[in-house]
């Protein structure tokens, strides 16, 4: 990808893992300068870990 804004974020190979789950594997992310960007992780309340039980929420 090629950008001409200096960036203001970037990663790459991002990894996010819960116990044994791997939910993001290998997420590369650039972000222009004077833009906005939004990650969303709903993991907890998808899976119903955030409310102890295994089933997920509704």
């Known amino acids: 990808m090629e950008l001409h804004a200096p960036l203001a974020v970037e ?4 990894v996010k ?3 044994g789950t791997t939910a993001v594997g290998g997420l590369d992310l ?3 300068a004077g833009t906005i960007h939004g990650v969303l992780d709903c993991w907890a309340r998808c899976s119903g870990t955030a409310s102890g039980t295994s089933s997920p929420a509704p």
């Open 30 to 32: 650039v972000v222009p």
């Open 17 to 19: 893992t819960y116990g």
């Open 11 to 14: 990663a790459t190979a991002l």
